[in-house]
Nanobody, 125 residues
Framework: QVQLLESGGGVVQAGDSLRLSCVAS????????KGWFRQAPGKEREFVAA????????YYADSVKGRFTISRDNAKNTVFLQMNNLKPEDTAVYYC??????????????????WGQGTQVTVSS
């Protein structure tokens, strides 16, 4: 089972930027789609962004489109989430996840079989 470790969270003000990183324990990470999800207090986990194994497709939730960018460095077994113009409603624990498929299937959270422990992002107004 691949292990995923997120980093880069923190406390920022509205309008600031953060870059989250997620490093995988095995090179098989490069063979599958990757995603970022988040869960705010009292809310269900929600999709944020995903990227296909070869980077030829990226997908975003409407709430972050134009502000967040997902990217990956397969040579370093790492996926990133660049978050710009952060808003208080972005406050959540952010999780990276590894799909069991090469390509992201829209809406299919069940494809993601490996999850990190999460990193807290807090945005103050």
């Amino acid at each position: 089972q691949v292990q995923l470790l997120e980093s880069g969270g923190g406390v920022v003000q509205a309008g600031d930027s953060l870059r989250l990183s997620c490093v995988a324990s095995t090179r098989t990470f490069s063979n599958y789609a990757k995603g970022w999800f988040r869960q705010a207090p009292g809310k269900e986990r929600e999709f944020v962004a995903a990227i296909n194994w070869n980077g030829d497709g990226t997908y975003y939730a409407d709430s972050v489109k134009g502000r967040f960018t997902i990217s990956r460095d397969n040579a370093k077994n790492t996926v990133f989430l660049q978050m710009n113009n952060l808003k208080p409603e972005d406050t959540a624990v952010y999780y990276c996840a590894l799909s069991s498929l090469y390509y992201y299937r829209i809406g299919e959270t069940s494809d993601f079989r490996s999850w990190g422990q999460g990193t807290q992002v807090t945005v103050s107004s």
